[in-house]
């Protein structure tokens, strides 16, 4: 019996007591789920829950992904997220991520160290034959770098061939199953990465999905290596504070690959490369957040050379998750089908594909009713095309229903995303009141002592720091109201009312009042009165204290 099968009979025994430490896991806990690898190895993965329920996914999974304040390729947009496997309680959706980088060590267990030290770019790799004991344990739990998108892909091919030995059914003891058919090794989507890194359903009911980072920015050398505490150096996984969830390295170390190519937004524009999330030891601390992307150009071209070149990294690694197929067989494909005619009248059209919208929907439906009077004219004049034309006619008359509930939808959601820039716009306001008066406060003393200079370092970089997001959620409320007040009024009041019914907070229901204003000010006057708006904000919020 090898180790792998005596710890998990061990834990089994002990009531799923938390797996012993070891280079692959050097910080355990209860809830990981341990796959075997060649030898001794393992790889760790833990189970994040996701909102909503059945095959098509519903409105709980309804995310907000980017950062307002973050780079051309992180705005604001709504997506859904969604589980590969059934939670346990049958009630939701699960996603499983490793909870480490895949490290030098794992791609060894399954490729070979002379496949690693062959494929990689890294000018020391030769060294790591050489080395023995803790030196070698060491180095051999840092993350994988330096090898090619292509070198990632077929590690994961072999270590799904390895797992999948039919000969070893033992090996896929504890990787979650769809239906009695076990999932498969897989790079992860950029959605379950920055879900997970968000801090997920938990962070979703404390409210602070939507933060820059998921933790106080004064705190981030105890949960990432980045530029400022690392310079460009990568380290054993570990050794940080693990993000809400239990993963590790997250934000910073090495930069992950994700599933899909890149684009200008997660799921639109021009495919690229490859997405890769997190940063690195190379990213400088102010451009850490949850929701920074880049471009890895999987085929380089290299100047110098004047060639295309595989791209190998120092600071681009990967982070594995465990996948299944949509269709996994008959049964699930028959379910799909009797879900799917609700899921498209009830829950589509509130889901991103059905918010992509705009008044190009109303002009469609102001063309059909120019046709309407053209039908009755050929009707009159070809008697004998009526039947035809009639069936024409309801066709229209069809489409412009599909029309006018896709701009009420689409008028709800535009309204929604005004209310959560004007929420955000308002806490801003009231934090940076409190803090100009600790400013204040701290000139005072700095004038006593010098030694409370650096606090008011800190309170001035802090201020400019939410000015600046304040100017963004600012910029994209004014820019929401603008495209409401485009809409026909049945439409907007329709979208407040339906806000409205929804006993919003007290700080919720006080921006909700002051939308309903702008938004009948900008269909008045066709403008957007920035300034007047901003002061009425700052009136309402500057000592609002719910």
């Known amino acids: 019996m090898s180790v792998f099968f005596i710890l998990l ?56 992904m980017g950062d307002a ?10 997506t859904q997220i969604s589980g590969s496997f059934p939670a346990d309680d049958g009630r939701g959706q699960a996603i499983y991520l490793a909870k480490y980088e895949l490290t030098r060590g794992q791609f060894a267990s399954v490729m070979g160290l002379d496949t690693l030290i062959e494929a ?38 072999s270590y799904n061939q390895w797992l999948f030995d039919a000969e070893h059914p033992e090996r896929l003891e504890n990787i979650p199953e769809i239906d009695g058919i076990p999932g498969f090794i897989r790079l992860p989507s950029e959605e ?52 809400r969830l239990g993963f590790f390295d997250m934000l910073g170390n090495v930069q992950e690959m994700t599933a899909g190519f890149f684009r200008p937004e997660v799921w639109q524009g021009k495919p690229g490369g490859v997405s890769v999330r997190g940063g690195s030891v190379s990213t400088p601390v102010s451009d850490m957040r949850s929701s920074l992307r880049q471009e890895l150009d999987v085929y380089a071209w290299n100047q110098d050379q004047e060639r295309v ?55 469609a439906a102001g063309q059909l009713g120019d046709v309407e009077p053209i039908l009755g004219r050929l009707m009159e004049e070809h008697p004998h095309l009526s039947d035809d034309l009639h069936t024409v006619q309801e066709f229209m008359d069809q489409a412009r229903q599909r029309l006018d509930m896709a701009q009420r939808e689409s008028a709800r959601s535009l309204a929604q995303d005004a209310a959560r820039n004007g929420v955000n716009l308002s806490v801003y306001i009231s934090r940076l009141v409190s ?3 600790s400013l204040e406060a701290a000139r005072r003393l700095a004038e006593m002592s010098s030694r409370y200079l650096e606090q008011v370092s800190a309170v001035e970089q802090r201020i400019k720091e939410l000015s600046s997001a304040q100017k963004e959620q600012f910029q994209a409320y004014t820019d929401k109201v603008g495209e409401l007040g485009d809409y026909e009024q049945d439409y907007i009041d329709q979208a407040l009312e339906s806000m409205r019914e929804q006993e919003p907070l007290p700080r919720e229901k006080a921006v909700l009042q002051l939308l309903t204003t702008h938004v009948e000010d900008f269909s008045q006057h066709r403008r957007a009165d920035r300034e007047g708006w901003f002061k009425e904000y700052e009136e309402v919020f500057k000592e609002f204290d719910q």
């Open 9 to 64: 009979l061990f834990r089994a025994e002990a009531g799923m007591a938390a797996p012993p430490a070891g280079p692959d896991n050097p910080r355990p806990d209860e809830a990981d789920i341990v796959l075997p690898m060649p030898g001794d190895s393992v790889m760790v993965f833990r189970k994040v829950q996701v909102p909503g329920q059945g095959y098509w996914g519903d409105e709980e999974q309804i995310i907000q």
């Open 69 to 78: 304040s973050g780079g051309i390729f992180e705005g604001l947009q709504r």
């Open 120 to 157: 990689s770019a890294d000018p020391d790799a030769s060294q790591l034959a050489e080395l023995e004991g803790r030196a070698l344990q060491e180095a051999m739990m840092v993350p994988l770098s330096f090898v090619s998108y292509q070198d990632i892909q077929e590690f994961i091919r």
């Open 192 to 243: 379950e990465w920055e879900f997970t890194v968000r801090g997920g359903l938990p962070a979703i009911e404390d409210g602070t999905f939507n933060d820059r980072l998921p933790f106080a920015m004064q705190r981030i050398n105890e949960y990432a290596w980045h530029l400022g505490n690392a310079s460009h150096r990568v380290r054993p996984i570990g050794l940080r504070q693990p993000c």
């Open 309 to 363: 070149q595989e791209r190998r990294s120092f600071n681009t690694g990967a982070r594995l998750a465990i996948g299944s197929n949509v269709v996994v067989n008959t049964r699930v494909r028959a379910a799909m089908e009797d879900e799917y005619q609700e899921y498209k009248d009830m829950v589509r059209k509130a889901m991103p594909v059905g918010r992509t919208m705009d008044n190009l929907v109303a002009q």
């Open 435 to 437: 803090l100009e008066n």
